[in-house]
């Protein structure tokens, strides 16, 4: 009978003796399932593999069985070098290391290795000696995990399963925040290049909304929504016409329906943001007012939570601060005159006092001072 390959092909060259008796008793345990000889049944593959490193031959063959009971495909090695090298031949989805081999803790070593590798693979260090000093060097070199030696199954099996579970899990969030940063590099970008007059508009609102919201004490995790939402609040002007979107002079009432519709267009197109609902919600929201009178929803005062309202500030002050195509910059005071004149109309009265008060006493530099927490 031909047996099954195993998923991982070496040549013998490239492992020591123990990977290759793990390799051959893996074969013989899934020629015997299969065989229906074997009073063991064969557990079905989880599809994860994991690299054991251990310079006692004995506790490697230990771990290893364990781990194959438990259905991991596993590479096992007493030899740092050659751990090294399956690392970077292998697709690998956690490696259990000895802190200690020999005398030197070149547990570390895998550790740091590991931490470059793409996608990075997660370590769980085994120690008889664990100590806060372990503990600390083992945060420094990100291990996933450390545990104490001798480590019983259900510990071992539990620890993996964790840090597997962990990696996998932090590694979907860096996918998700890579393709965000794409989705937030590309959009404003977009609609830029349908209304040329508004070139830069989406990244100055994000400064002057970040700055604003830093000397409210919004919290760093807020405000990295609100930068994003600043990023993509007119991301909606994409759906709408370039007639209407550049055109010079004032709108016809139904050319200014139209245009209020980008609000929600923008929340439709974000629905892929998942999660972070609390973007799309912003985005929605900016031309929310204070007084009600705003849209998509006439929400009313603190229905719009603070960063929202800092956002619909911040929008405004650029639009006003800036060339459109129906209108010139406006100087200095005549924007503190219309932030004070629309303080609990247009805006939170609060933030349009806060923002026409700074700009009195420094300007536009009001938004590029270094801000402190005023309340
Ligand atoms: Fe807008």
């Not at 290759?20 to 079905?44: D, F, I, K, V």
């Not at 769980?124 to 070199?141: H, N, R």
């Not at 989406?202 to 000397?215: F, G, I, M, T």
């Not at 939170?348 to 300007?363: F, K, S, Y």
Request: hydrophobic share 40%; glycine share 6%.
């Amino acid at each position: 009978m031909r047996l099954p390959d195993s998923p991982l092909k070496f040549r013998s060259s490239e492992l020591d003796p123990i990977a290759h008796a793990g390799r051959l008793r893996q074969r013989h345990l899934l020629s015997s399932a299969t065989e229906g000889l074997s009073p063991t049944p064969m557990p079905l593959p989880n599809g994860h593999c994991v690299l054991l490193l251990d310079d006692e031959v004995e506790v490697l063959e230990m771990l290893r069985d364990i781990l194959l009971q438990a259905g991991y495909q596993v590479l096992a090695t007493t030899k740092l070098a050659t751990a090294l090298d399956i690392l970077q031949k292998h697709r690998l989805h956690l490696i259990v290391s000895d802190l200690y081999l020999g005398h030197e803790d070149l547990g570390y070593q895998i550790a740091d290795a590991a931490q470059l590798a793409r996608p990075r693979v997660p370590v769980l260090l085994l120690t008889g000696k664990p100590s806060f000093d372990s503990a600390a060097e083992a945060m420094k070199s990100r291990v996933a995990e450390i545990a104490k030696k001798p480590i019983d199954p259900i510990t071992l099996l539990n620890c993996c399963r964790r840090t597997i579970a962990e990696s996998q899990l932090s590694q979907r969030n860096a996918d998700l925040e890579a393709q965000n940063l794409v989705l937030a590099g590309v959009l404003p970008r977009a609609i830029e290049a349908k209304d040329p007059t508004t070139s830069g508009h989406a990244e100055r609102v994000v400064h002057y909304a970040d700055s604003l919201a830093k000397r409210c004490g919004v919290s760093e995790d807020e405000r990295a929504s609100l930068r994003m939402a600043a990023l993509l609040h007119d991301v909606g002007k994409i759906g709408i016409p370039d007639a209407i979107l550049t055109k010079p002079g004032p709108l016809t009432a139904d050319e200014r329906e139209v245009i209020n519709r980008h609000p929600k267009m923008g929340y439709d197109i974000l629905a892929s943001l998942g999660e972070n609902h609390v973007v799309r919600t912003w985005v929605y929201q900016h031309h929310e007012r204070w007084d009600g009178k705003g849209y998509p929803e006439g929400l009313f005062g603190d229905a719009v939570l603070l960063p929202g309202r800092i956002l619909i500030l911040a929008e405004v002050y650029d639009a006003l601060a800036e060339t459109r195509s129906y209108k010139a910059p406006w100087p200095v005071p005549k924007i503190v005159n219309l932030f004070r004149d629309q303080a609990g109309r247009q805006f939170d009265p609060d933030l349009a006092h806060l923002v026409a008060d700074g700009l009195e006493r420094m300007g536009s530099r009001f938004f590029s001072a270094q801000p402190g927490m005023l309340f």
